[in-house]
């Protein structure tokens, strides 16, 4: 079972990204998503997840209102959609699979991280 997490990259404060989340081998419409992230010198903590059956998401209340967590079951890919970014956002981002939490030990599968850097 492998995640692949994808999309970031280098944005100016108040732009935009999107990350990917896409899995081989397995279906991800099978499982909740959750996202994590990890600044420099700082504990991971939890940004997103969304359910398997999409009918709950939760957000942190840093991001909540500006990221959107989705599901494209198509490209068995979830999405996290990145608004109004801050230089506090900057972080490695993991999205992990199996449920929908806030905790990081409910999670079995975890993807390779990938950064977003976002410049003041």
């Known amino acids: 079972v492998q995640l692949q997490a994808s999309g970031g990259g280098l944005v100016q404060a108040g732009g935009s990204l999107r990350l990917s989340c896409a899995a081989s081998e397995f279906a991800l419409d099978f499982y909740g998503i959750g996202w994590f992230r990890q600044a420099p010198g700082k504990e991971r903590e939890w940004v997103s997840c969304?359910?398997?059956?999409?009918?709950?998401?939760g957000y942190a209340a840093s991001v909540k209102g500006r990221f959107t967590i989705s599901r494209d079951s198509a490209k068995n890919t979830v999405y996290l959609q990145m608004n109004s970014l801050r230089p506090e956002d900057s972080a490695v981002y993991y999205c992990?699979?199996?449920?929908?939490?806030?905790?990081?030990?409910?999670?079995?599968?975890w993807g390779q991280g990938t950064l977003v850097t976002v410049s003041s």
């Open positions: 969304i359910s398997r059956s999409e009918d709950s998401a």
């Open positions: 992990a699979a199996n449920t929908c939490s806030s905790h990081a030990e409910m999670y079995n599968y």
